[in-house]
């Protein structure tokens, strides 16, 4: 049982998985002045950025509570270049969630499959975690917290990564939820302790349950 879950009083089922990778291109630097004999390096990443954003049509459909498709961010972009010559290497950090049933070396693997031509580094990884929603633990926990908080509570899938992601390779059951709160990590980080008294009761009363049905 994880309390990192990305949404308050929700277990989630589903956590994205995450790339944080670099996009590397090399120019042919002559003058700047007869741009024609060379390759300039900052177009050569344009297009490479290009290709890679056709990779994940589906980034511009996530939206809150509806967010189970892969996303990315383009971070950095850092330029070398000798003076009065063309840029000679370009490069993008990103950081890539996603959705997709790979582990993060398949996903690597396939995003520098797809992309000839161009170095695609790694920098940090987490694995993708998932449990069907009508996993027997998940709704057994649900249903129990619903009589404790005395509302339903919902399932949802995260955007983010958690601890959660440890137990996932190994097919663990894992049920990832946390209490009402917010800024978590920020200055004003704050969480409801009436929401946190209930979630240890909810905790409670399933181990009790489960205990139970494996005796």
Known sequence: ???????????????????????????????????????????????????????????????????????????MIRVAADKSRLPHHAEMDISLYFTENRTVAEELAWIRKQLPGVAVKFEIGAERVYRPPSDPWISRFRRVASEVFHKPIPIRQDDGSSDARFFALHNIPIIILRPRGGDAEGPREWVSVQSLLKLGEATRQFLIDSSSRLT
């Open 1 to 75: 049982i994880n309390f990192d879950g990305g949404y308050e009083e929700a277990v989630i089922n589903a956590e994205k998985g995450i790339l944080r990778l670099t996009l590397a291109v090399d120019g042919d630097p002559h003058e700047i002045h007869r741009q024609w004999r060379g390759r300039n390096a900052i177009n050569e990443l344009v297009d490479a950025y290009a290709r890679f954003q056709k990779l994940f049509p589906y980034h511009t459909r996530s939206r809150e509570g509806k967010n189970w498709y892969t996303t990315y961010t383009a971070k």
